[in-house]
Each structure stands twice: as C-alpha cells, then as structure tokens.
Nanobody, 118 residues
C-alpha cells in the first residue's frame, strides 16, 4: 500500500512564493522503485494539467506557463518531491496534486489548494 500526501498550499498575494511538499510512504516499495514524481493542477472548470515532473535521474519537465518561475526537486532519502513556486500569478490558482509513479503504477495525493490573490 502506498500513500501520497501533499502539504504547503495556502493563500498568497500575486508575486509571492509558496513551497509544496509531497511525501510517498508505504511498506511495499523502496526509493529505487519510484520512476517519476510530479505535480499537476486543476483550476475550477478546467482539466487537470501538468505542472512539472522529475525523473529518477533528475531530469525535469515543466509546463510552459511555469517555466522560469517554478522549480521541482526531489529528496530520495525522504521519498519526497518539492515544488518551489515563485512570482505567483492569479492564474496559478488551483488544486495542486502530487503524482508518483512506482513500478509503472500511478498514485495520486489528495490535493492541496493554492490561491493567489491579485
């Protein structure tokens, strides 16, 4: 059984910063089994979209809308992925979901709300 838990969301003014964290835990896997970790978001009335991913070798991928503002990183010792969000805009407002792929099985967190006020 695998659990994926996000934290770090909240309310911030435009131009501000937030850091999201996501930890994967369980007894059925080790860090060597984690393929990709990433972040997605879903705004009201819109489809869930990719924000950023990071592979086991540290290769990163970002949505064009967040390039240069967001940074994804991971700590394999803690089975944790982070999303540092700077220069936030009102259009970044969404529920942010953590996504962890372990042995090709996809696990999702429950989501954390990020609200950026103008």
């Amino acid at each position: 059984q695998v659990q994926v838990v996000e934290s770090g969301g909240g309310l911030v003014q435009a131009g501000g910063s937030l850091r999201l964290s996501c930890a994967a835990s369980g007894t059925s896997f080790s860090v060597n089994n984690i393929n990709v970790m990433g972040w997605y978001r879903q705004a009201p009335g819109k489809q869930r979209e990719l924000v950023a991913t990071i592979s086991t070798r540290g290769r990163t991928n970002y949505a064009d809308s967040v390039k240069g503002r967001f940074t994804i990183s991971r700590d394999d010792a803690k089975n944790t992925v982070y999303l540092q969000m700077n220069s936030l805009k009102p259009e970044d407002t969404a529920v942010y979901y953590c996504n962890v792929i372990i042995e090709l099985i996809i696990y999702w967190g429950q989501g954390t709300q990020v609200t950026v006020s103008s």
